[in-house]
């Protein structure tokens, strides 16, 4: 397959995860706790934290179709992880240098969690044994999408015994999530988290060969299980497992990037512009929304707006401005941050903006 075929439709998804998300963590933590006293618009909205499981799945797509053609070919591996830490590191320190000017100003935004220590795991994106980054809503799963990319990368010294490591790493994600709470750093180097990487891959290989009706039941039955299982989840209704949870996740995340993907290649669905350029911010989303809707809380606290709006209006204010902010800092900072850290592409863009 050609590199510069770009799937919109995953940059939409990629859109409705980042703001998921947001809006879990408004739902959960914001609206309840700070502003309607224990009170948050609705528990379906708690179930937005799944949009991670969706991102990593989509991650692991988007890495084999825009390298396996360098796979087996040693001299990629340095273009590849300078790449990565260019799109990701930047934005992630400026970020990074925000939170920690707040935490001057309000040391109360530290909760605890500063230390010299924390902010050298946090700037690294090393996990440490406690797993609380100071960048608590987001850096835990960039330090998983980084230890799945050095893994990667073993793919382009030798298709082989790339694939053997990583099927190795693989099968200990598997083995120890029989054995219950494992010490610090297995937990983190076989976390059921690791699993959607290899569900990403799965929908790489798979897409191409999805004829439009198989696709359709796909994505449209991956959509339905995710939620169905976001619900039994966050209406306890079941007694589901973490574990069981994220690989259904993981499962159904497949069936839709695997479903809409080969739906686009055959020219059956398009995507609206709007909708793919949140996609294209949904990084920005992602990182900026903690920030964002802790300052957004605190103008809403002090003007008493949360005085008058009910629940779901203060939700819906706080995930508009906070996605909002995640846009203004994607056009105004890590666009032009890309720009001046990328060299200029010599061939075609990759299948997703990511």
């Given amino acids: 397959m050609s590199t510069k075929m770009s799937f919109s439709t995953l940059q939409v998804g990629r859109a409705i995860a980042a703001i998921a ?7 959960t933590f914001f609206v309840p706790q700070r502003l309607h006293g224990g009170d948050s618009a609705a528990r379906i909205f708690d179930m937005g934290y799944a949009g991670v499981e969706y991102f990593f799945v989509l991650s692991g797509f988007i890495m084999v179709l825009s390298h396996r053609h360098q796979f087996g070919d040693a001299s990629c591996a340095g273009n590849f992880l300078t790449k990565r830490v260019v799109r990701i590191i930047p934005f992630y320190w400026a970020v990074m240098l925000v939170l920690l000017a707040m935490m001057l100003v309000y040391p109360s935004a530290a909760d605890g969690r500063f230390s010299v220590e924390n902010l050298l795991h946090s700037l690294f994106l090393v996990p440490n044994s406690d797993g609380t980054p100071l960048m608590i809503h987001s850096a835990w799963t960039l330090s ?3 230890l799945f990319y050095f893994v990667f990368t073993a793919l382009f010294f030798s298709l082989r015994w790339g694939a053997a490591l990583f099927g190795f ?3 200990g994600v598997a083995l120890t999530q029989g054995l219950g709470a494992i010490a610090y750093p297995f937990d983190f180097l ?5 699993l959607l990487f290899l569900l990403g891959i799965v929908a790489a290989f798979a897409h191409a060969h999805v004829k439009p009706p198989l696709g359709w039941t796909l994505a449209l039955g991956g959509a339905a299980i995710f939620l169905a299982n976001g619900i039994v989840h966050t209406y306890a209704l079941a007694e589901v497992s973490h574990v069981l949870r994220t690989v259904i996740y993981g499962v159904a995340a497949c069936m839709m990037v695997t479903g809409f993907a080969g739906l686009e290649l055959a020219g059956r669905i398009r995507s609206n512009r709007g909708l793919v350029f949140l996609g294209d911010a949904s990084y920005s989303i992602y990182l900026v929304h903690g920030i964002a809707l802790s300052i957004f ?4 606290t002090a003007a008493k707006l949360n005085q008058h709006l009910t629940p779901f209006l203060s939700l819906t204010l706080l995930v508009v401005l906070a996605t909002l902010a995640g846009c203004l800092a994607h056009l105004w900072i890590e666009r032009p941050l890309l720009a001046a850290l990328r060299p200029s592409r010599r061939v075609g863009t990759p ?3 990511g």
């Fill in 21 to 27: 998300v947001v809006i879990f963590h408004a739902n």
């Fill in 144 to 146: 998983h999408e980084f």
């Fill in 169 to 171: 790493w693989m099968l």
């Fill in 190 to 194: 076989f976390s059921i988290y690791n």
């Fill in 297 to 300: 809380t605190k103008i809403v």
């Fill in 351 to 353: 299948v997703t903006r």
